[in-house]
């Protein structure tokens, strides 16, 4: 039973951590299934998003507008990203790494430190981890979940215009793509600068959920965000078809992330151990579509070519 209660108690703070996350994992979904570029900006981007929203709070600036301003310095990133790609021909995940490297650098220089606390209680924040177990308005849940999904609608319609299936059209075949006359660098670099623009904001939205940035907050992002597509997928995979709701399995695929790290967590794991945990979910996941490829599908292969086989023998 103090298992359980303790799991439950801590299953709301999972859940928006989730959310959170859900959001950054968007970005990466971008990247990694729409552009089908390896891009590892995000460890770097994530940290600029929540160095700029925490800055400029302290300095007085209205929250909205500084998710605003981190959604344009997370693009800002996925430019330079993106111009080292396809202006100076660097593979794209150098060029991510080259970007991130840059960025800590950056960041330091926003933050002034290697971080900076930002609190509720003197600060008028659209979300904090404090209020995460509270039944009015002030819970966070109630607010990520709206965000996530205007983020979600916002870019359902944007991917149905012109420009945004001249991108999905890029990372689906660049050649066929640039046949049809679209210009595939500048969908590249817009496809890298939406990314980078949606981890920043949930950068921003991190920072001020734990009550702080750090330079080193973005550390393993790429991993999280990686484990959270991949957990939509096999799991909702077959379920959800339309793009909004392949967005949707995202976001979900990071709140059961976060569960299922409280649940191992609860069950004793050291937490010096949870880069490893990650590394191990995320390569299960990965593998399961490979195993049932080859195993289950494979057998009933088989099965059907030995009843093949068997029918024409028989006649």
């Given at each position: 039973m103090g298992f359980l209660s303790a799991l439950l108690n801590s299953l709301p703070g999972a859940v928006a951590?989730?959310?959170?996350?859900?959001?950054?994992?968007?970005?990466?979904?971008?990247?990694?299934?729409?552009?089908?570029?390896?891009?590892?900006?995000?460890?770097?981007?994530i940290a600029t998003g929540g160095a700029v929203v925490v800055m400029l709070i302290r300095g007085g600036c209205n929250v909205w507008l500084a998710l605003l301003c981190a959604f344009l310095a997370g693009m800002l990133a996925g430019m330079v990203t993106g111009l080292f790609h396809t202006l100076c021909g660097i593979p794209a995940i150098l060029s991510g790494i080259l970007t991130q490297l840059s960025l800590y650098s950056i960041n330091l220089r926003i933050l002034g430190a290697?971080?900076?606390?930002?609190?509720?209680?003197?600060?008028?924040?659209?979300?904090?981890?404090?209020?995460?177990r509270m039944l009015d308005g002030s819970n966070p849940l109630v607010l990520l979940v709206i965000i996530s999904v205007v983020v979600i609608a916002i870019l359902y319609w944007f991917f149905g215009t012109e420009l945004g299936s001249a991108l999905r059209a890029t990372g689906s075949n660049e050649n066929m793509a640039r046949a049809q006359g679209i210009n595939t660098n500048f969908t590249k670099v817009l496809g890298l600068m939406l990314s980078n623009g949606m981890v920043a904001v949930a950068g921003g939205l991190?920072?001020?959920?734990?009550?702080?940035?750090?330079?080193?907050?973005?550390q393993g992002a790429i991993v999280i965000g990686l484990a959270a597509v991949i957990i939509g997928e096999v799991i909702f995979g077959r379920i959800f078809r339309n793009f909004a709701l392949k967005l949707l399995s995202v976001s979900l695929g990071a709140v059961i992330?976060?569960?299922?790290?409280?649940?191992?967590?609860?069950?004793?794991?050291?937490?010096?151990?949870?880069?490893?945990?990650?590394?191990?979910?995320?390569?299960?996941?990965?593998?399961?579509?490979?195993?049932?490829?080859?195993?289950?599908?494979?057998?009933?292969?088989?099965?059907?070519v030995r009843a093949e086989i068997g029918g024409s023998k028989n006649a």
């Amino acid at each position: 039973m103090g298992f359980l209660s303790a799991l439950l108690n801590s299953l709301p703070g999972a859940v928006a951590q989730g959310l959170v996350w859900g959001i950054m994992a968007i970005g990466v979904y971008i990247t990694f299934r729409i552009l089908d570029v390896a891009d590892l900006t995000v460890d770097g981007s994530i940290a600029t998003g929540g160095a700029v929203v925490v800055m400029l709070i302290r300095g007085g600036c209205n929250v909205w507008l500084a998710l605003l301003c981190a959604f344009l310095a997370g693009m800002l990133a996925g430019m330079v990203t993106g111009l080292f790609h396809t202006l100076c021909g660097i593979p794209a995940i150098l060029s991510g790494i080259l970007t991130q490297l840059s960025l800590y650098s950056i960041n330091l220089r926003i933050l002034g430190a290697a971080n900076q606390a930002i609190s509720v209680d003197k600060y008028d924040l659209l979300v904090s981890q404090r209020f995460v177990r509270m039944l009015d308005g002030s819970n966070p849940l109630v607010l990520l979940v709206i965000i996530s999904v205007v983020v979600i609608a916002i870019l359902y319609w944007f991917f149905g215009t012109e420009l945004g299936s001249a991108l999905r059209a890029t990372g689906s075949n660049e050649n066929m793509a640039r046949a049809q006359g679209i210009n595939t660098n500048f969908t590249k670099v817009l496809g890298l600068m939406l990314s980078n623009g949606m981890v920043a904001v949930a950068g921003g939205l991190l920072a001020q959920y734990q009550g702080f940035a750090d330079v080193k907050m973005g550390q393993g992002a790429i991993v999280i965000g990686l484990a959270a597509v991949i957990i939509g997928e096999v799991i909702f995979g077959r379920i959800f078809r339309n793009f909004a709701l392949k967005l949707l399995s995202v976001s979900l695929g990071a709140v059961i992330y976060y569960m299922v790290i409280q649940i191992v967590l609860r069950l004793g794991l050291n937490t010096d151990d949870l880069k490893l945990l990650t590394a191990v979910v995320v390569a299960i996941f990965l593998a399961v579509p490979y195993w049932k490829q080859k195993y289950f599908h494979g057998k009933s292969r088989t099965n059907a070519v030995r009843a093949e086989i068997g029918g024409s023998k028989n006649a």
